[in-house]
């Protein structure tokens, strides 16, 4: 008896879409669980908008330090007690002014560390560095 196997060499021309459905369901599945944590409401106080208009901000305050140590406070002289006085006043104002610090080449660190240090134990909020 000769069995005959019915082996073909076609090619399937057909889809295999049972990976396919696999993924779908995994994703369902997924979709499922994060959407209830997506829908969930969060209240946020956000700001109210007013027909008053805004106050100026405060003109900034410019301090240069020139290589040789000296400080200028608004194109004024100035010296170490009178940054700490001056400081002390900006700081103690409503709405605090920036510092604007423009230290020249080569100032040492050692001198514009100081004022950084005597602005922040002032309370002043907003110290910016210019530079180029």
């Known amino acids: 008896m000769a069995f005959s196997a019915r082996v073909s060499r076609d090619v399937i021309a057909q889809i295999n879409v049972t990976p396919l459905v696999d993924v779908?369901?995994?994703?369902?599945?997924?979709?499922?669980?994060?959407?209830?944590?997506?829908?969930?409401k969060t209240t946020m106080d956000l700001p109210q908008s007013s027909s008053t208009p805004m106050p100026d901000p405060p003109k900034p305050i410019h301090l240069s330090i020139h290589q040789d140590g000296e400080m200028y406070w608004n194109d004024t002289p100035i010296n170490q007690n009178q940054l700490s006085v001056q400081l002390s006043v900006a700081a103690a104002q409503a709405t605090q002014p920036a510092l604007q610090i423009d230290a020249a080449d080569g100032v040492a660190y050692d001198a514009v560390a100081r004022v950084l240090a005597k602005a922040k134990a002032q309370g002043l909020a907003r110290i910016d560095m210019l530079g180029e």
Do not use: A
Not at 24 to 40: E, N, Y
């Open 24 to 40: 779908l369901l995994v994703l369902l599945i997924i979709f499922m669980i994060t959407s209830p944590i997506v829908t969930h």
